[in-house]
């Protein structure tokens, strides 16, 4: 068994660093709008985009920058607003909050202690707020009145970066004739990216071979 199959249950590290963070014209627009934190209005931002965007890097790069807290749409109904009033906040995956009584009710009393005790409030969803869902009225209009940026569809740069990055987070060495080759394959999507990475990593350690273009391609036409 060679060490990449014995390897082949570690978990690999993503590297979210503002170094890490590789900027086109697809999210130039958001990243300034991070580094430009103390200027949002209403000392507030909506961050939006696909899956695998690139929100959670943003969201580090702020919290590292702001000294905030990064808390989890997920785990938002166990969560007590007075602890992080004054504090800045990034609220991940806000999206996934609507319909949860306790959720909505926990995520207006923190955007109301976070703001009033003068901290800066970072929001990330997959959508913008009025397609949420949202039940609470109150959080709704505070939502929809809040400063929004996007993150567009990853173009030709963004994706190979995404590519090179992707890789580099599973510790795999990859050749610039490789990601061309699959640039020039994938959807331009976030999400593609990230599963041909998975599916070539999991294919190589399988087979025991290396992440190639004949390796690609034979995964590709699978």
Same mark, same amino acid.
């Given at each position: 068994? *060679?060490?990449?199959?014995?390897?082949?249950?570690?978990?690999?590290?993503?590297? $979210?660093?503002?170094?890490?963070?590789?900027?086109?014209?697809?999210?130039?627009?958001?990243?300034?709008?991070?580094?430009?934190?103390?200027?949002?209005?209403?000392?507030?931002?909506?961050?939006?985009?696909?899956?695998?965007?690139?929100?959670?890097?943003?969201?580090?790069?702020?919290?590292?920058?702001?000294?905030?807290?990064?808390?989890?749409?997920?785990?938002?109904?166990?969560?007590?607003?007075?602890?992080?009033?004054?504090?800045?906040?990034?609220?991940?995956?806000?999206?996934?909050?609507?319909?949860?009584?306790?959720?909505?009710?926990?995520?207006?009393?923190?955007?109301?202690?976070?703001?009033?005790?003068?901290?800066?409030?970072?929001? *990330?969803? *997959?959508?913008?707020?009025?397609?949420?869902?949202?039940?609470?009225?109150?959080?709704?209009? $505070?939502?929809?009145?809040? *400063?929004?940026?996007?993150?567009?569809?990853?173009?030709?740069?963004?994706?190979?970066?995404?590519?090179?990055?992707?890789?580099?987070?599973?510790?795999?060495?990859?050749?610039?004739?490789?990601?061309?080759?699959?640039?020039?394959?994938?959807?331009?999507?976030?999400?593609?990216?990230?599963?041909?990475?998975?599916?070539?990593?999991?294919?190589?350690?399988?087979?025991? $071979?290396?992440?190639?273009?004949?390796?690609?391609?034979?995964?590709? $036409?699978?």
């Amino acid at each position: 068994m *060679t060490a990449r199959q014995l390897a082949f249950d570690l978990p690999h590290r993503e590297a $979210r660093g503002r170094g890490d963070f590789f900027v086109s014209d697809s999210n130039a627009a958001a990243l300034a709008a991070i580094e430009g934190w103390r200027d949002w209005p209403g000392a507030k931002l909506v961050l939006v985009g696909p899956p695998g965007a690139g929100k959670s890097h943003l969201a580090q790069v702020w919290a590292d920058l702001a000294d905030a807290a990064i808390l989890d749409a997920a785990s938002l109904a166990a969560t007590d607003p007075p602890a992080q009033a004054g504090r800045s906040v990034a609220l991940e995956d806000a999206h996934r909050i609507a319909g949860d009584p306790g959720a909505e009710e926990t995520a207006f009393h923190l955007h109301n202690l976070v703001l009033a005790e003068g901290g800066h409030l970072l929001v *990330t969803a *997959t959508l913008p707020p009025s397609r949420w869902g949202l039940a609470l009225p109150d959080l709704q209009s $505070r939502m929809e009145g809040t *400063t929004m940026v996007a993150i567009d569809p990853p173009d030709e740069a963004l994706l190979a970066a995404m590519l090179v990055k992707l890789f580099a987070d599973r510790q795999i060495e990859v050749t610039p004739h490789l990601i061309a080759y699959l640039v020039a394959r994938i959807d331009r999507s976030f999400t593609a990216a990230g599963e041909t990475v998975a599916r070539l990593d999991a294919a190589g350690l399988e087979r025991g $071979r290396k992440v190639s273009v004949d390796l690609a391609r034979d995964v590709l $036409r699978a």
